[in-house]
């Protein structure tokens, strides 16, 4: 890939904002554009710039991930790809972040190397879900790409 993949995380804790946002810095392919703590601000920054990559926390005041999924679904088309990246073990909220047009899941405590396999692998068109987080309903699993 020539160009990098550009990348925006909104998740309301600073010091794990800073951490992904560290930790992918190392990655050749990737650069973060924008640093947001709620879905507010993630409404906001889609209305004058698209990242090709949102990971987007589930838990946030406000505005929270599930909600965010759901206004920019009700929205005008988009191209963003958004990666759920939560500590939720709740895979009802998965099937719904899913059906709200995420493409893809990650727990937040998967290894390091699975959430740039996971950006390459949403980025790149295909879906990603952790496999901590299957199974999921029946009607998911043919379109799952596992980590």
Not at 18 to 27: A, F, H, I, K, W
Not at 88 to 104: I, P, R
Not at 131 to 143: E, G, N, Q, V
């Amino acid at each position: 890939m020539s160009e990098k993949i550009t990348i925006a995380v909104a998740d309301d804790h600073s010091v794990f904002r800073r951490g992904v946002t560290t930790l992918l810095s190392l990655e050749d392919d990737m650069e973060i554009v924008a640093s947001l703590s709620d879905g507010s601000q993630v409404i906001e920054l889609l209305e004058k710039s698209e990242p090709d990559i949102l990971l987007l926390d589930l838990r946030m005041p406000g505005m929270n991930g599930l909600e965010t999924l759901r206004r920019l679904k009700a929205g005008k088309e988009r191209s963003v790809r958004i990666i759920l990246l939560t500590a939720s073990e709740d895979q009802d909220e998965y099937a719904e972040a899913v059906t709200n047009g995420a493409s893809g899941v990650l727990l937040k405590q998967a290894a390091t190397q699975s959430l740039a396999d996971c950006i390459r692998t949403v980025a790149s068109g295909e879906i990603w879900l952790d496999s901590d987080a299957l199974p999921l309903p029946d009607d998911f699993a043919s379109a799952v790409i596992t980590g």
